[in-house]
């Protein structure tokens, strides 16, 4: 059984950055792949930022891009957010999902947290 537990969350203003962590337990994950997707109120859940277990290979949303990090710590098991430059666009709720192979859809992740909330204000 997979176990993802986020944290780092919080309340930031527009222009600043947060550190968002998930760490994974319950199995080997030499052969998946790490994601972070959020969900904005109203909204459908959507794909922030994934990447290899090996940490080779990183997708981004083009509305990340240049502003989040995505990273891994293998002998931690742990995989990061670096969120800078935030916007009040950001606001949501940060899920970390796991799965063999990477992808940035939603539907193809089988093990996800529990949610870490951040909130950029204007």
């Known amino acids: 059984q997979v176990q993802l537990v986020e944290s780092g969350g919080g309340l930031v203003q527009a222009g600043g950055s947060l550190r968002l962590s998930c760490a994974a337990s319950g199995r080997t994950f030499s052969n998946y792949a790490m994601g972070w997707f959020r969900q904005a109120p109203g909204k459908e859940r959507e794909f922030v930022a994934a990447i290899s277990w090996s940490g080779a290979l990183t997708y981004y949303a083009e509305s990340v891009k240049g502003r989040f990090t995505i990273s891994i710590n293998n002998a931690k098991k742990t995989v990061y957010l670096q969120m800078n430059s935030l916007k009040p666009e950001d606001t949501g709720v940060y899920y970390c999902?796991?799965?063999?192979?990477?992808?940035?859809?939603?539907?193809?992740?089988?093990?996800w947290g529990q949610g870490t909330q951040v909130t950029v204000s204007s």
């Open positions: 999902a796991a799965r063999t192979g990477i992808s940035r859809s939603t539907a193809e992740y089988n093990y």
